[in-house]
């Protein structure tokens, strides 16, 4: 089982920044991809950001040179580095990611941090 728990969100004035972090927690053998999702009020959840457990990245076009992903394998942690928000990032944010237990592969989600993007 694998337990993840969001911080950083708040909120900020429109062109400001936030700092997301995500910690898993539990026992896994591995973490593989991690990633940040959103949803809006009345929308569905978007992927934001993801990156592999070698550090490659995938972004959404809308975050793309505003927002930037990382990952601290040691400590089992992923961030997301928000700049320039816009009223459109505020949502709820969510972690994921895909772990290895027991040989099997399974993915888990956050309980989400509220981003609200003030105009």
């Known amino acids: 089982q694998v337990q993840l728990l969001e911080s950083g969100g708040g909120l900020v004035q429109a062109g400001g920044s936030l700092r997301l972090s995500c910690v898993a927690s539990g026992r896994f053998f591995s973490l593989k991809s991690m990633a940040w999702y959103r949803q809006a009020p009345g929308k569905q959840r978007d992927l934001v950001a993801s990156?592999?457990?070698?550090?490659?990245?995938n972004y959404a076009d809308s975050v793309k040179g505003r927002f930037t992903i990382s990952r601290d394998n040691a400590k089992n942690t992923v961030y997301l580095q928000m700049n320039s928000l816009q009223p459109d990032d505020t949502a709820v944010y969510y972690c994921q990611t895909t772990a290895s237990v027991l040989g099997r592969t399974y993915a888990y989600w956050g309980q989400g941090t509220q981003v609200t993007v003030s105009s």
């Open positions: 990156i592999t457990s070698g550090g490659s990245t």
